[in-house]
C-alpha cells in the first residue's frame, strides 16, 4: 500500500483535508471518496481524520491509498523497465504483445506481465496503463502503481513516436488533421471520414533514403491507429503495415515505435523524459534502406 504523508505548513492551516487534497495536491475526488471508505486512509497525527477537518500548523497528513487485488493471470514472459518508483513504472513494450487482454489474447498481455511483476513484489496490482500502444508498435509504455498517479497523469503524458513510412515525404514538417472512424461497427480497420472523431498529428521528417521516410510524430489527439491511417491516407503507408497498405519486404509488423516518454511526476513534480532505443528489427530496417545513426538517435 502506498503511504504518502504531507507536514502542514501555516500557509495550509485552516484548510479542510478534502480542499487540501484535492486543490493543493491534485487528488481526484473519486481517489479522495475511496480513501474516507478505507480503514485507516486518511489520518492526521496518526488518529482517524474526515475530509471536513481542518488542518493546523504542524499537523503530520497521511494518506495510504487502497489497492484492490488484482484479478488477471500472470505472465512469465520478460519485458524491460525503463524506469520505476512507487507510484510509477516504464515498460519498453515488444512486439507482437497487446496492452490488455482480449478476444485472442489472455495470458500474453503487458497486463499479464505488470500481474506476474506485482505477485514477485508480493503487492496488489490493477494494471493503469497511461499511455496505450498497438499489439505491434514498440516502446515506452506509462504504467501507474495507484490511483492517484493514474488520475492525475491521465492525458498529461507526452509521447513522441518514430515512424517508417513508405515513400518521401515532399515537406520537412506538417499538421495532418483528418477524423478518423471505424470502418464497421465492432471492426478493427479505421478510415478517414468527416463522420468520425478529430485527429490531429504533428510530423517532422527526420530523414529520407530507400524511398522511405523516417518521421516523428506528436499527437494532439490519441485516437485508435492514429498515426498509421493518416500516412496510410496521405498515400505514405507505414512500412511493414500489411492492414493499412504497408509493404511488408522490410517489417513484419508495423515501423512504429513509442521512443519518447515526459510527465512531471504525479507526487515530487520534477520532470521526468525517457527516450527508448529502437528494437532490433526496425533499426535494421533503416540501416537497410541507408538511413545514418544520426537520423533516428533520440
Not at 104 to 131: E, I, Q, W
Request: proline content about 5%; overall charge positive; aromatic content about 8%.
Amino acid at each position: 500500500m502506498r503511504i504518502l504523508r504531507y507536514d502542514i505548513t501555516p500557509q495550509d492551516a485552516g484548510k479542510k483535508i478534502e480542499w487540501f487534497l484535492r486543490g493543493d495536491k491534485g487528488i481526484s475526488r473519486r481517489v479522495v471518496i475511496a480513501l474516507k471508505n478505507t480503514p485507516g486512509g486518511i489520518t492526521r497525527n496518526g488518529q482517524h481524520a474526515r475530509t471536513i477537518d481542518l488542518l493546523a500548523a504542524g499537523d503530520v497528513l497521511e494518506i495510504r491509498l487502497p489497492e484492490p487485488p488484482a484479478k488477471i493471470r500472470q505472465s512469465s514472459k520478460a519485458v524491460a523497465i525503463l524506469y520505476e518508483d512507487c507510484d510509477l513504472l516504464v515498460y519498453d513494450k515488444p512486439a507482437d504483445m497487446p496492452c490488455h487482454p482480449s478476444g485472442c489474447h489472455f495470458n500474453d498481455t503487458l497486463a499479464n506481465v505488470y500481474a506476474a511483476y506485482c505477485a514477485s513484489k508480493g503487492a496488489a496490482g490493477t494494471f493503469r496503463p497511461l499511455n496505450r500502444l498497438d499489439k505491434d508498435t514498440t516502446g515506452a509504455v506509462v504504467v501507474a502503481k495507484n490511483q492517484l498517479a493514474a488520475g492525475i497523469l491521465w492525458k498529461n503524458v507526452r509521447k513522441r513516436y518514430l515512424a517508417l513510412v513508405r515513400g518521401e515525404l515532399p515537406r520537412d514538417t506538417g499538421v495532418i488533421d483528418l477524423p478518423i472512424e471505424r470502418e464497421e461497427p465492432y471492426g478493427q480497420l479505421r478510415i478517414v471520414s468527416p463522420e468520425g472523431q478529430r485527429a490531429v498529428t504533428h510530423y517532422r521528417v527526420l530523414g529520407r533514403a530507400g524511398g522511405h521516410s523516417l518521421v516523428e510524430c506528436n499527437l494532439e489527439t490519441g485516437r485508435t491507429h492514429q498515426i498509421r491511417v493518416h500516412f496510410s491516407y496521405l498515400g505514405y503507408p507505414l512500412a511493414g503495415d500489411s492492414l493499412y497498405g504497408g509493404d511488408t519486404g522490410l517489417l513484419q509488423r508495423q515501423g512504429l515505435h513509442c521512443g519518447w516518454v515526459g510527465f512531471e511526476h504525479p507526487v515530487t513534480g520534477r520532470q521526468v523524459q525517457l527516450s527508448v532505443p529502437l528494437h532490433r528489427d526496425m533499426e535494421t530496417a533503416l540501416k537497410t534502406l541507408g538511413f545514418s545513426y544520426s537520423m533516428y538517435k533520440n
